[in-house]
């Protein structure tokens, strides 16, 4: 997630400094290809140009307003399970039936395992929405994706925990626990189910009520529900009939704006024809920062600066439940870099 309050200059040629290199090329190709040897004939009127801009300009606005609605939507997933984290750990901490059969050591010890439990879930939630799909930018296109593969590692050497999720998962599971990893395709989905096992456990043997249990397990539904959205998000892409078409135009109308828009500025001289330059490369990389804006939104999961800020949101509930844990040493929060929260 980006942190400063405008986007700056880095930034932005981080994201499409090539993009502008490309169009630079292209439109100074077609000004000296107009001046010095005469290719009239390549031009085109401005009209036809102008609708294929007005088109592009509102499949383009289309698209990073469902782009948006996807990124937005992961954000409110993840605080959901902000709120609904605190919830779980404070009820299994306060439900207690005073049993004297049970032993106090035992008890806080099986409600402890239950909350740290819900931590390492946490981190192998995090952990299996940041695998990449086919159709986000580090698994796509050859070159680009080797640019976005290098973001990322500049990403993960900015943060020293952004890949310790294991480091993490040993912390917080039981040895037993620990060594199932990899034997679940959806680990996550797993721990949920123990956390479950382990609450009915607590109810058989009297540590809580049946309704206490029945409150506890609506919690564990509603991280269900959360993870269920959240891999709805991530494993289903915008669809590719709009994000395709909204690219393909983009690319056709910056390939045909220099050639409409140097033989209008050739008409106030031959000084005009070197001005279209400067002008043709603001209005095609406009465009071009639309798409890419949209374009890098829609898949909120994607290890990139512009996804939800998992790292940070899991160590601040993780913080939360420490404390409420009676845990002191506690990790510290994750702050952002060089303008980048992850």
């Not at 750990?89 to 032993?103: L, P, Q, R």
């Not at 599971?173 to 680990?187: A, G, I, R, T, V």
């Not at 609450?199 to 529900?225: D, V």
């Amino acid at each position: 997630m980006i942190t400063t309050k405008y986007v700056n200059y880095k930034q932005v040629l981080n994201l499409a400094g090539i993009h502008l290199i490309l169009i630079s090329i292209w439109c100074t190709l077609i000004a000296v290809f107009f001046y010095f040897f005469n290719w009239h004939w390549m031009t085109i009127p401005w009209v036809p140009v102008a609708l294929i801009g007005t088109a592009e300009a509102f499949l383009v606005g289309f698209k990073n307003n469902q782009a948006y609605d996807r990124l937005w939507e992961a954000r409110k997933i993840w605080g959901g399970i902000v709120n609904s984290s605190r919830s779980f750990a404070s009820m299994v901490y306060a439900f207690d039936t005073k049993n004297e059969g049970i032993g106090t050591f035992d008890l806080e010890d099986r409600k402890k395992r239950i909350v740290f439990r819900h931590i390492a879930w946490l981190y192998t939630f995090r952990e299996q929405l940041l695998i990449p799909t086919e159709w986000e930018h580090i698994s796509t296109e050859k070159k680009f994706g080797n640019i976005n593969l290098r973001r990322n590692r500049l990403i993960k050497a900015g943060f020293p925990d952004y890949g310790r999720a294991p480091i993490f998962l040993h912390k917080y599971l039981s040895e037993e626990e620990y060594e199932l990893k990899n034997d679940y395709k959806n680990f996550a989905t797993y721990l949920v189910s123990q956390q479950a096992k382990d609450i009915n456990e607590l109810k058989n043997m009297g540590a809580i009520t049946e309704f206490n249990q029945t409150q506890l397990q609506n919690s564990l539904n509603e991280f269900y529900n959360f993870q269920g959205q959240a891999e709805r998000i991530k494993k289903f892409p915008s669809p590719r009939q709009f994000a395709s078409t909204a690219f393909v135009f983009n690319i056709l109308f910056i390939m045909l704006l220099p050639l409409g828009l140097v033989n209008e500025f050739a008409k106030l001289g031959d000084w005009g024809i070197w001005t279209s330059i400067p002008f043709c490369i603001i209005i095609g990389w406009i465009y071009i920062i639309m798409e890419l804006v949209g374009d890098y939104s829609e898949n909120p999961f994607a290890g990139l600066m512009f996804d939800v800020p998992m790292l940070s949101i899991c160590r601040t509930i993780e913080i939360d439940l420490l404390q409420m844990s009676g845990e002191t040493d506690l990790p510290d929060p994750i702050s952002s870099k060089n303008g980048v929260l992850v």
